[in-house]
């Protein structure tokens, strides 16, 4: 298990990391989610060794990590750019790790072969990194990782460079393959979909510090302050609690609401509108938004309820957000 305990860094004035404590468990992927510059790369290094800490400590199954160099922690790093050798071949990429280690070339080889088969990769060996595909040479990167069983994954924005199409095949085969190997991984990355869709529960980092660490579910349904909210998808943030789509109400009944701003989609129409219990963004359906008539136009007019036992509650002394 990887334990940080009030892990410090600053740059000058700059703070990367503010009393950051966090656990990872066996077999866990932990999503460290941010947006740029809330320290999430820094954590990273500073698990890795790769960067010193101004305070507290990296702990792994109860040991001390801040008394070992990298090579010596037991952990592999995959980052968005590869990082491959240019001058090996995809096997000698995979094996290098091992053969590092000591392992003789005919045993590296053959596990290099059986992890490159695992990720798809199966008569890649002599292929030279460089004429690769994006999502190839990510897999590449993984088996060289995977390869040496590290006893803890640190991904960094591993997906950032593929398109969108790829970057979703591969979340889907990594996550697969982290829960098949019951490797602890720490995936760093500024995508809340990316991230609650591999992690089992993220941290979500602001100014270097942890906001809140919990389940995706949990995040959703309990978002601790306006700030996290907002970062973690929900439109309708009041100063108090968040106005999720399921608490709006249609009708005639309910207080006038005006029209702001209209996309009309292929399905229906997005509005912001001027509602009583303030600015509000909502999705119409196709018959709600005939339902409207010729008042769904700007400066249109239509009744919106909202029902106030479907709110989600903010902590008040945490809901004021920057
Ligand atoms: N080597 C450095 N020297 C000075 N300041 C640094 C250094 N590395 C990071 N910082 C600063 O520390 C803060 C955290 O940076 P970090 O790279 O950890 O953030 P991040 O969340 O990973 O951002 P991004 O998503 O943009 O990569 C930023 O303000 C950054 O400018």
Redesign the pocket.
């Known amino acids: 298990m990887l334990e940080l305990r009030g892990i410090e860094?600053r740059?000058?004035a700059?703070?990367?990391?503010d009393g950051v404590s966090l656990e990872v468990a066996a077999g866990e992927t932990l999503a460290?989610l941010?947006?740029?510059?809330?320290?999430?790369?820094?954590?990273?290094?500073i698990i890795a060794g790769l960067?010193p800490l101004d305070g507290g400590a990296v702990l792994f199954d109860g040991e001390d990590m801040n008394l070992l160099p990298p090579e010596r922690r037991g952990f592999a790093l995959m980052f968005q750019d590869f990082a491959l050798f240019p001058h090996l071949d995809v096997a000698g990429n995979v094996m290098f790790g091992l053969i590092e280690r000591g392992q003789s070339r005919a045993q590296a080889a053959r596990e290099a072969e059986a992890m490159l088969e695992r990720l798809g990769l199966g008569g890649y060996q002599r292929r030279k990194v460089w004429t690769l595909s994006g999502g190839e040479q990510q897999r590449v990167a993984l088996a060289r990782a995977l390869v040496t069983r590290p006893r803890l994954l640190l991904l960094?924005?591993p997906f950032s460079s593929l398109d969108a199409h790829l970057r979703g095949q591969l979340q889907g085969e990594f996550t697969q393959l982290l829960t098949e190997s019951g490797i602890p991984a720490i995936l760093?990355t500024?995508d809340r979909e990316e991230a609650f869709a591999m992690a089992s529960r993220a941290a979500v980092?602001h100014q270097?510090r942890i906001v809140q660490c919990d389940a995706p579910r949990h995040l959703l349904a309990r978002p601790a302050n306006a700030w996290l909210a907002r970062f973690i998808g929900y439109e309708n943030v009041l100063e108090h609690a968040v106005v999720p789509g399921r608490a709006l109400r249609l009708g005639p009944q309910y207080p006038p609401a005006r029209i702001e701003s209209l996309t009309w989609l292929a399905d229906g129409a997005r509005v912001e509108v001027a509602a009583q219990a303030g600015r509000l963004s909502l999705s119409l359906s196709a018959r709600e938004a005939a339902s409207l008539g010729a008042e769904l136009r700007l400066g249109g007019q239509f009744g919106l309820g909202v029902n106030a036992e479907e709110l989600i509650p903010l902590p008040g002394e945490l809901s004021a957000g920057s």
């Open positions: 860094k740059f000058g700059r703070v990367a990391a460290l941010g947006p740029s510059g809330c320290g999430k790369s820094s954590l990273l290094k960067l960094d924005e760093v500024h980092l270097g």
